[in-house]
């Protein structure tokens, strides 16, 4: 499952997830975009639904580990929505991969696949981080999402209520960026590459 | 002390600060300052000055939000009671105190290896072996695409694509620098892959690089340290048991 041109697409996604922060930061955008790789990778290794979990859920860990190790020390606690991450990009979002990469561009199609999978990956992202958010963090995690955690829980919601509402407010918008950035990226990933990564392992001849 | 025996302790620390009250973690802070001063002894100092830094914003704005907005803790919203907010700063408090420690911790135990290179750090720990090799391509990758996002960033602010400070046209156009570093990154790995790597032997000189030597993952220092752990664990078990604050 793991042959050297996966192991380094894994590499590369993960960096790319690192490197994306890094972008948000420098052209100061009010975004987390953290998960662009995770998602690029399960489309870039697709036919093979099992490796492209199993990938995309590497290059998330490990991009999860290093920044924890030397930027965001908090983001460990969200290894959980990076797992959910995986399975639904494997899963769910890699079925597009077709039209993602067709030519011309069928608009309607695209635009309805990457809204639709973002949504589903923003609710999915929300119901699995909410216990973390709301009983590690007591439900602010220094984002802006924050503010609406406070709105609902100043109209009289529990924490994990309130918590919930937030991300069901807020994740969806930031996951279908990252599904349009995964899905424009995957479409301007040379085939050459994609064909390399997608190759089966050649039994060792005898 | 080596990695593998730093990462299990600072495990069983996180695992253990989840679980406790105020009591148990007074035990916990107790530990870790125990640990920083025995294993890192004076660049401790700049571990805690870390994670106060990375603590110090999270803490403001939980107060500011539980204090400042909504004036009372989640237990009182819960029980449907008016609650204080000073009941609200409590609860901030143990939050806080907990993730702090947590932070420190982590912070505490990397800096007792910031004298090794990462290379040697990923040689010392016990894991497969292709995940030995995927952190290091991927510490090498992000080297990579860090100086594709540098230049990248230089090219199109230079041409008028995308500016230094907030902007629309960032909003708009940062899209293109994401673009340029993922196809700058992705030509030179496909090159790499192609041509250099398999000229160079390079992913087969990996492995006997980052084989493990030692057959022993844990050191005794290793074990002293994640008994102490384990026993502060069955400390606030039962202090949670009794009933302890």
Known sequence: ?206 | MTPNGAIVFTLVVVVAAMMSRMSGLVVLYLLCALFAVIEVGPNAAAALRRAAILMVPLAAFMVLVWVGVVGRAPADIAASQPGSRAGALVYVSIVCARLFLIVAIVQIAAMRFASITPLQFIKLLRAPMALKRLGVLTLSLIETLLQAVDRAHTALIASGVITRRLSARNVFNGWVLVQTVWLTAITSVTGRMRDKWPMEHTLGLLDPLLAETRKDPLRTPDKIWISCAAVAVAGIVWGDFYGLP
Not at chain 1, 35 to 46: E, K
Not at chain 1, 51 to 75: D, K, Q
Not at chain 1, 108 to 133: D, E, K, M, N, Q
Not at chain 1, 137 to 156: I, P, Y
């Open chain 1, 1 to 206: 499952m793991l042959t050297t041109p996966r192991l380094i697409a894994i590499a590369l996604c993960a960096a790319l997830n690192f490197a994306v922060g890094s972008i948000v930061y420098l052209i100061k955008l009010p975004l987390y975009l953290d998960s662009i790789g995770t998602i690029l990778c399960a489309l870039l290794i697709f036919p093979d639904r099992r490796a492209a979990f199993v990938c995309s859920f590497l290059a998330a860990m490990i991009s999860t580990v290093i920044t924890t190790l030397f930027i965001n020390p908090f983001l460990i606690w969200f290894s959980a929505t990076e797992l959910a991450l995986a399975l639904v990009a494997a899963y769910f979002i890699a079925d597009a991969e077709a039209i993602f990469r067709a030519r011309p561009l069928p608009v309607l199609r695209f635009g309805l696949r990457v809204v639709l999978y973002g949504i589903l990956t923003g609710v999915v992202s929300a119901v699995v981080s909410a216990p973390v958010v709301a009983y590690v963090f007591g439900g602010v995690t220094g984002s802006g999402s924050a503010f609406l955690v406070a709105f609902f829980l100043k109209a009289g919601q529990h924490l994990m209520a309130a918590v919930l509402h937030s991300g069901f407010t807020a994740e969806p918008i930031d996951k279908t960026l990252q599904v349009l950035f995964a899905a424009l990226l995957f479409r301007a990933t040379p085939k050459d590459f994609i064909d390399m990564v997608r190759a089966r392992p050649q039994p060792a001849p005898t």
